[in-house]
C-alpha cells in the first residue's frame, strides 16, 4: 500500500478561512469581508474577522503541522493583505507576515505550497468592476509579480486559482458566495473568461520572475462521475457526463468550461451555447493567454454521482440508496471517485495530478477524555486514500495529497457550522485540539501510506463485559 518515495503529504487552509486580524497592519477588506457583513448571508451571521486566529498562533500552528509529520502546507495569501487596494501601495506588513509563516514551515522542513487566490478577491477591485473589468487579469499579474518577488526564493510550489466555480458561480451567479451578485449568463462567461486569462497571465509572471524553477498548478473542482461499473459502456458514460456537453445543464458547475480553455486552448462554445447564447467573444489571442503549459493539476475532490450508460450510451445518473453514508455537510461518501478523477483528468489533459483539498466534515467536540475522537474522518480518508492508491498503482502520475483541513475554520457561507479540520479548534478560546484523525495521519504519512493496510478501527480490540467475565475480541467489520 505504500506510495512512491517522493510523494507529498499535506494539509490544506486558505487566508480568509483561517487567519483572521482582518483589518491590522492595514490589510485591505476583500470581497468576504464586505458579503460577511451583509444581512442573513453567513450562517449565524459569523465572520471571518478572527477566524483560526492564525494570523497570530501560526507559529503554533506549524509546529502542529510539524508533531503531524506534514510534509507540505498548502495555504493561501490573501491578496489584500500585501496589496490593500488590490494594486499600487504594497504592504511591508502584510509581506512580512507571509515571510514569518513561510520562513516557520521552511524551519520544521515542510514545504509550502502557495495558492495565489482563494476567493478573497479585494474589495478596492471589486468597486471598479471585478472580474467584469478587462484590466482584472492585469491586476492579478502585478499581485503575482509583488508574490513572486518577495517570496520565489523560498516557495517553488504554487496553485494560481482555487475552483473557480466557486467564486465565479457561486458567487456572480447564484449570490451565495462573496461578492452576492446574481449576474447573467453573459455577464458570468465574462468574468470567467477574465478570471482564466488572469491564470494564465499569472503562469506567465510565475514563469519570468521565480527564482527558483517553479512548479506551478491549478485548482479546480474535481467534478466527475463514477461508472456503475466497470463495464466499457458505463466508463465511458461516466466520462461523456464529466466532460461531454450534456453536463451543461449543470451550469456554472460544469467542469470542461474550467479546464479546456486552460489546458487545451479551446473554449468549451458547445456547452456554452447550452446556457447563454449571446456570450462574451473569446479570440484565439485570449485563450492563448489562458492556455499556458502548467507543471501540475489540482484536483479538489470531495464527491461524485454514479452514473450508467442508458439508450444509446447516453449518461444516466444512478440514484443514491437510501440511507447511504453522508458526511455532517450531507454530501455522500464517494471514496472510488477519487481513482476516477485521477483516471479521467490525466487521460485528458495528460498532467501529473496532486489531490489538493479532500476531506469531510463532521459532528466533532471535545470528549470527556479531553480529546477528539472522529473515527469517521479516520475511516473517509482511509478509503479516499486507497482509492487514490489504486490510480497510483496502476500507474497514473499522483503527485501528492493535501487534506482538507488542517484546522477547523470559516467554511464560507455556512460559517463555522462544518469543521473540517484535523485539528480541533475552540472558536471561543481558539484552543487547538488535535483529533484522532490527526494522529492517525501522521501513522500514515511516516509510513509513506502503508500504515493504509491496517486501518486502526478494523484491529481494534473491544472488551465486553459478561456474566462469565471479561471477553475480549478482535473487532472485524
Ligand atoms: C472549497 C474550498 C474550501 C472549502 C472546502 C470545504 O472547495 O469550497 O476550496 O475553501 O472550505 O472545500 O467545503
Not at 444581512?39 to 503531524?68: F, L, P, Q, W
Not at 522542513?109 to 492585469?138: C, K, M
Not at 486507497?386 to 457561507?413: I, P, Q, T
Amino acid at each position: 500500500m505504500q506510495f512512491k518515495e517522493n510523494f507529498i503529504w499535506g494539509a490544506a487552509t486558505s487566508a480568509y478561512q483561517i487567519e483572521g486580524s482582518f483589518d491590522t497592519d492595514g490589510r485591505g477588506l476583500s470581497v468576504w469581508d464586505a458579503f460577511c457583513e451583509k444581512r442573513g448571508v453567513i450562517h449565524g451571521g459569523h465572520t471571518g474577522k478572527v477566524a483560526c486566529d492564525h494570523y497570530n498562533r501560526y507559529r503554533e500552528d506549524v509546529a502542529i503541522m510539524a508533531s503531524m509529520k506534514l510534509q507540505a502546507y498548502r495555504f493561501s495569501f490573501s491578496w489584500s493583505r500585501i496589496l490593500p487596494e488590490g494594486v499600487g501601495r504594497v504592504s511591508v506588513k502584510g509581506l512580512e507576515f507571509y515571510d514569518r509563516l513561510i520562513d516557520t514551515l521552511l524551519e520544521h522542513d515542510i514545504a509550502p505550497y502557495a495558492t495565489l487566490f482563494h476567493w478573497d478577491f479585494p474589495q478596492e477591485l471589486y468597486v471598479r468592476g471585478g472580474w467584469l473589468n478587462p484590466e482584472s487579469p492585469n491586476w492579478f499579474a502585478e499581485y503575482t509579480s509583488v508574490v513572486a518577488d518577495r517570496f520565489s526564493d523560498r516557495v517553488s510550489d504554487w496553485f494560481t486559482l482555487n475552483e473557480p466555480p466557486c467564486f465565479l458561480g457561486l458567487g456572480h451567479v447564484d449570490g451565495t458566495h462573496a461578492p452576492g451578485l446574481k449576474l447573467d449568463w453573459s455577464d458570468f462567461f465574462l468574468a470567467t473568461k477574465h478570471a482564466l486569462m488572469a491564470h494564465g497571465r499569472s503562469v506567465q509572471v510565475l514563469r519570468e520572475k521565480c527564482k527558483k524553477t517553479p512548479n506551478i498548478g491549478y485548482a479546480p473542482i474535481s467534478h466527475i462521475a463514477i461508472p456503475v461499473d466497470e463495464s466499457p459502456e458505463n466508463i465511458l458514460a461516466a466520462e461523456k457526463f464529466t466532460f461531454g456537453t450534456q453536463d451543461a445543464a449543470r451550469g456554472f458547475w460544469f467542469a470542461r468550461l474550467y479546464l479546456d480553455p486552460v489546458l487545451k486552448g479551446e473554449w468549451p462554445e458547445d456547452a456554452v451555447a447550452v446556457l447563454c447564447k449571446n456570450g462574451p467573444k473569446v479570440s484565439n489571442a485570449d485563450l492563448a493567454v489562458m492556455n499556458q503549459p502548467i507543471d501540475m493539476l489540482g484536483l479538489n475532490f470531495y464527491a461524485a454521482p454514479t452514473v450508467r450508460a442508458g439508450a444509446e450510451g447516453k449518461p444516466e445518473v444512478v440514484a443514491e440508496n437510501p440511507g447511504s453514508p453522508r458526511t455532517g455537510f450531507d454530501w455522500s461518501i464517494t471514496p472510488e471517485g477519487l481513482y476516477w478523477s485521477v483516471r479521467f483528468h490525466h487521460e485528458r489533459y495528460g498532467l501529473p495530478v496532486v489531490i489538493s483539498e479532500n476531506g469531510l466534515s463532521s459532528l466533532d467536540w471535545v470528549h470527556e477524555d479531553g480529546k477528539v475522537h472522529d473515527p469517521q474522518r479516520i475511516d473517509y480518508t482511509s478509503r479516499y486514500l486507497k482509492s487514490l492508491h489504486r490510480a497510483h498503482a496502476e500507474g497514473y502520475a499522483v503527485d501528492g495529497y493535501f487534506h482538507w483541513s488542517l484546522l477547523d475554520n470559516f467554511e464560507w457561507a455556512e460559517g463555522f457550522k462544518h469543521r473540517f479540520g484535523m485539528v480541533h479548534v475552540d472558536f471561543a478560546t481558539q484552543r487547538r485540539t488535535l483529533k484522532d484523525s490527526a494522529h492517525w495521519y501522521r501513522t500514515v504519512v511516516e509510513s509513506n501510506g502503508a500504515a493504509l493496510a491496517s486501518n486502526p478501527v478494523r484491529n481494534a480490540v473491544v472488551v465486553v463485559e459478561t456474566s462469565e467475565g471479561k471477553i475480549s475480541t478482535p473487532y472485524k467489520c
